[in-house]
């Protein structure tokens, strides 16, 4: 279980240094009002502050957003004394690193403690809407959690399909024959 809880918390550690170094590159390197075109309107580094959630949802309650990413971290610290899978491992690693990644911005930037806007970086085509690299984490780690839930695979490591068989049911016919064998006489109690 320590080999597992490790690799959960180096997937975390890894994915929130990663978001918050890249964070601070894109804050002192690029402006808000000028995208960089990586691969034309494909691609582009694109610098937004977003106050809500996932998609620019919910603007206006970024101490809701707050709290709930508290929830989510604390969730996964208490799920972690069970965990015994590394596909489990990793993905909870990654939602963890991600949650950590974006509340650290909503406790630390502007406009103030706890009501922070998350800083957006990532654009793909104008239609899409603008993330960073804790966003992708908490996706990658959710569609792996859906892969592991429909491949019936547990926090400790079992399979939802290796449930132990039942013992068979034993018919009328095997009781009677039971209870015949318990009521003969066995030949040495006829000697007697």
């Not at 106050?51 to 972690?80: H, K, M, N």
């Not at 069970?82 to 650290?104: E, P, Q, R």
């Not at 290796?162 to 006489?185: G, K």
């Amino acid at each position: 279980m320590r080999r597992r809880v490790g690799v959960l918390a180096a997937v975390a550690v890894f994915v929130l240094a990663a978001d918050a170094v890249s964070k601070a590159l894109v804050v002192a390197h690029l402006r808000e009002d000028q995208p960089v075109h990586l691969i034309g309107n494909v691609l582009m580094l694109w610098l937004t502050r977003n106050p809500g959630a996932a998609f620019s949802v919910g603007t206006g309650e970024t101490a809701v957003f707050t709290v709930i990413a508290f929830g989510v971290i604390v969730y996964i610290a208490r799920t972690a004394r069970k965990l015994y899978s590394l596909g489990w491992a990793i993905a909870l690693g990654l939602l963890l690193g991600g949650a950590m990644g974006n509340l650290s911005d909503r406790i630390f930037r502007a406009p103030g403690l706890f009501r922070g806007d998350v800083v957006d970086w990532i654009a793909v085509t104008r239609f899409y809407p603008i993330f960073n690299l804790a966003d992708s984490a908490i996706v990658c780690g959710g569609i792996l959690t859906v892969i592991l839930a429909m491949r019936g695979q547990h926090l400790d490591g079992t399979r939802g399909d290796a449930a132990p068989a039942p013992a068979p049911a034993s018919t009328a016919s095997d009781q009677s024959d039971e209870s015949e064998q318990a009521e003969a006489p066995s030949p040495t109690d006829a000697e007697r």
